[in-house]
T-cell receptor
Framework: AQRVTQPEKLLSVFKGAPVELKCNYSYSGSPELFWYVQYSRQRLQLLLRHISRESIKGFTADLNKGETSFHLKKPFAQEEDSAMYYCALKTGGFKTIFGAGTRLFVKA | GAVVSQHPSWVICKSGTSVKIECRSLDFQATTMFWYRQFPKQSLMLMATSNEGSKATYEQGVEKDKFLINHASLTLSTLTVTSAHPEDSSFYIC????????????FGQGTRLTVV
């Protein structure tokens, strides 16, 4: 079965603290994974994808096929990082399956 | 990045009527468009995938006759909720890709439908 699991609905951290948003997936093929972010009152937008192996806004995510995980990390959280984050899996049929989302709240 | 626009942003309609939601790619040609539904505090649920000039592919459990999708041009896809009921009230979001197989999709701002 194709599934994306984000176990935390809400994650609250202090400004400057490290943050890790967890994502696990279930997919029999070769996975292509993404993180999307939705800031308050804005549309959903792509944050990063695993094939790019890039850092966007200080966030990184490494695909771990052994653990079937694609956790999103940032060493020092900022208040402007507060948003809803969705982990997503692109299947062979080009459709994208989204996780339930994690709301990140960065406290001052 | 590319822009995808939905219209209207919100709509209220009476039970039994039909509502059409438009999804336009403003600065690129969208070979594939996707329609999602999002319930409050829940994730996006893919409803259907539409390719320009062909019939939409619906996900399991989505009623084709209730949610009519038309992708008549490379810049426009429409979702029509027919004979709407209060349980159809939701947030509907479209996304579009410019090239087949290209992973990134650009999202519209969403349409909030309320059926009274």
């Amino acid at each position: 079965a194709q599934r994306v699991t984000q176990p935390e609905k809400l994650l609250s951290v202090f400004k400057g603290a490290p943050v890790e948003l967890k994502c696990n997936y279930s997919y029999s093929g070769s996975p292509e994974l993404f993180w999307y972010v939705q800031y308050s009152r804005q549309r959903l937008q792509l944050l990063l994808r695993h094939i790019s192996r890039e850092s966007i806004k200080g966030f990184t995510a490494d695909l771990n096929k052994g653990e079937t995980s694609f956790h999103l990390k940032k060493p020092f959280a900022q208040e402007e990082d507060s948003a809803m984050y969705y982990c997503a899996l692109k299947t062979g049929g080009f459709k994208t399956i989204f996780g339930a989302g994690t709301r990140l709240f960065v406290k001052a | 990045g590319a822009v995808v626009s939905q219209h209207p942003s919100w709509v209220i309609c009476k039970s039994g009527t039909s509502v059409k939601i438009e999804c336009r790619s403003l600065d690129f040609q969208a070979t594939t468009m996707f329609w999602y539904r999002q319930f409050p505090k829940q994730s996006l649920m893919l409803m259907a995938t539409s390719n320009e000039g062909s019939k939409a592919t619906y996900e399991q459990g989505v009623e084709k006759d209730k949610f009519l999708i038309n992708h008549a041009s490379l810049t426009l896809s429409t979702l029509t909720v027919t004979s709407a009921h209060p349980e159809d009230s939701s947030f509907y979001i479209c996304s579009a890709r410019d090239l087949p197989g290209v992973a990134e999709a650009f999202f519209g701002q969403g349409t909030r439908l309320t059926v009274v």
